[in-house]
């Protein structure tokens, strides 16, 4: 028994030596004349680490996340790329474009990372001034005149008195569009070729903070095109970059609420349609003004909430078509407008969409933000009387016509940055 022992030792001594052998005539080969050097050069002892650098153990929660994102970045198409976000089931925020909570306009600018300008776009308001606009003026007065008759005798005698701004206003707002489609067709260059949605949902889905978000509303009537609008002011400006308005509280404070739902991106049409882009939303205004003052908050913050939240709603849906998510960002940004209209007053909005990149993992290394130009509350016309309406506006007017005819880019999809507008507006909110 011992003597095998001894024996086994013996023949692993040996194996041991004959491996160590093998290892230095392989070592010798790498140099030339059979003998050794020392693979680090003495002068670099100590500035070159022995071991490598030691990973953070993650939590399993970390490790899973990690996973999940690496899962959606790795599909090819957009309808792989959207369910893997959305097949989980998750607590959601539902966020209402209308909201009537004293301070609810900080928690959307918040929610979306959106600074608010107090004035449209110079491009907007030197396009409405043109001499095509003030000719198209004289024929689309009439034909708003005899739409808003057509209203007043028809319609609004017609429903439930307590609802007759919501009927009136939803109907008149098809009309509208119809029109400003219809008559400026022929007339502007990239509405030739492009198409309008109406009553369509508009859903989307993303993450602020921790939060998670949902936006669910129907648009009236919506302009889409093959080529994108152009910029409104340049991605890197001042406007661009900079903080926006904090807000510390939990959103159940401003009766935001959640729901356990799975999350949806729908910007109005499938996947694949030529007609990709936004150039326009209409929407009928729900705002009830009664409601504003025994809620003591402002006309002015609901509206500028509903064209906030419509307008990210639109364009994040759309971005994640483009397969853009928060955890892979804009390579350029994404324009929009809105028009609000009760049946009497017009608000109207131009959005650029800069970053998507606001979650927790993005925001402190990512300094863009959002931009909303707006101007709310402008009157369509004063009152109808003895069958006439009175006092139609021309600047509401003006206005309409140069939303629509807001060019796009040309058909490569380029847009030098020279050419972009600064509009550094010295007073953002």
């Avoid at 049946?343 to 909005?349: A, E, H, N, P």
Wanted: glycine share 4%.
């Amino acid at each position: 028994m011992a003597a095998s022992m001894v024996r086994q030792r013996g023949s692993n001594l040996l194996l041991k030596q004959a491996k160590f052998m093998e290892y230095m005539v392989a070592i010798n080969k790498r140099y030339k004349r059979g003998h050794l050097r020392p693979v680090l050069d003495p002068h670099e002892i100590g500035t070159i680490p022995e071991y490598p650098a030691i990973k953070p153990i993650l939590s399993w929660e970390e490790r899973l996340t990690r996973r999940a994102i690496d899962k959606i970045l790795d599909q090819e198409t957009p309808s792989d790329f959207m369910y893997q976000i959305w097949k989980k089931n998750d607590w959601n925020y539902l966020l209402r474009p209308v909201h009537y909570h004293v301070g609810s306009l900080d928690f959307y600018k918040h929610a979306t990372k959106t600074v608010v300008v107090d004035e449209l776009p110079e491009t907007i308001v030197s396009r409405s001034e043109e001499d095509f606009v003030q000719e198209e003026i004289n024929s689309l007065t009439e034909y708003v005149k005899d739409l808003l008759l057509q209203q007043h005798f028809h319609y609004t005698h017609k429903v439930d008195k307590a609802n007759e701004w919501l009927y009136t206003g939803k109907r008149l707002t098809r009309n509208l569009a119809n029109l400003l489609f219809n008559s400026q067709r022929s007339k502007a260059a990239h509405l030739h070729d492009a198409d309008m949605d109406y009553d369509v949902d508009i859903k989307s889905y993303w993450i602020r903070g921790k939060q998670k978000f949902m936006y669910d509303t129907p648009v009236n009537a919506h302009i889409r095109t093959k080529v994108p609008l152009v910029q409104f002011t340049s991605r890197d400006s001042d406007l661009s970059v900079g903080d926006v308005a904090a807000w510390d509280y939990a959103p159940g404070n401003i009766s935001v609420f959640e729901k356990h739902i799975n999350p949806v991106f729908f910007p109005g049409f499938k996947v694949g349609n030529p007609f990709q882009f936004t150039h326009t939303q209409i929407f009928s205004c729900t705002l009830d003004r009664k409601r504003c003052t025994s809620k003591k908050s402002s006309v002015r913050d609901v509206l500028i909430g509903q064209g906030i939240s419509s307008s990210f709603g639109m364009l994040s849906a759309l971005a994640a078509y483009q397969m853009k998510f928060c955890h892979r960002d804009l390579e350029k940004p994404m324009m929009s407008q809105t028009i609000v209209f009760d049946g009497k007053r017009l608000s109207f909005f131009c959005y650029q969409l800069n970053t998507l990149a606001i979650d927790e993992r993005n925001e402190a290394k990512n300094p863009r933000r959002n931009v909303c130009w707006h101007l709310q509350d402008v009157p369509l016309y004063s009152d109808i009387k003895d069958g006439v309406a009175r006092d139609v506006n021309d600047e509401a007017l003006k206005l309409l016509l140069a939303f629509v005819h807001s060019p796009t880019e040309d058909a490569a999809g380029r847009t030098l940055e020279s050419d972009l507008p600064q509009n550094v507006v010295s007073s953002p909110s």
